[in-house]
């Protein structure tokens, strides 16, 4: 059974940092691309961030870009989510999700094309 798990969130004041773990059991995490996906209160989840299977190719989106690093461990089955000045905009319920279709140094933007999501965490960042 795949499960993806995240660790990391919590309450921070805005200019802190977190960093975000993602660990993966049920699958040898380095056969998946995986991302970072954020749903804040009222609003659709969002891409955050995404790593291909060899970590050579990763994407941000715009609002994180430069501040936020995503990253992975495959031997420890793990991908990570640095999180540098952090604004109270980042509020959100953040989420992993592994995608085992892509070829090695794929990686994708897009919610539909992942296959196993995990429960999310919790991030709070106030001013």
């Known amino acids: 059974q795949v499960q993806l798990g995240e660790s990391g969130g919590g309450l921070v004041q805005a200019g802190d940092s977190l960093r975000l773990s993602c660990a993966a059991s049920g699958l040898t995490s380095s056969r998946y691309a995986m991302g970072w996906f954020r749903q804040a209160p009222g609003k659709e989840r969002e891409f955050v961030a995404a790593?291909?299977?060899?970590?050579?190719?990763?994407y941000y989106a715009d609002a994180v870009k430069g501040r936020f690093t995503i990253s992975r461990d495959n031997a420890k089955n793990t991908v990570y989510l640095q999180m540098n000045s952090l604004k109270p905009e980042d509020t959100a319920v953040y989420y992993c999700a592994a995608d085992f279709k892509l070829p090695n140094d794929y990686a994708s933007r897009l919610q539909s094309n992942y296959d196993y999501w995990g429960q999310g965490t919790q991030v709070t960042i106030s001013s």
């Open positions: 790593i291909s299977r060899s970590g050579v190719t990763t």
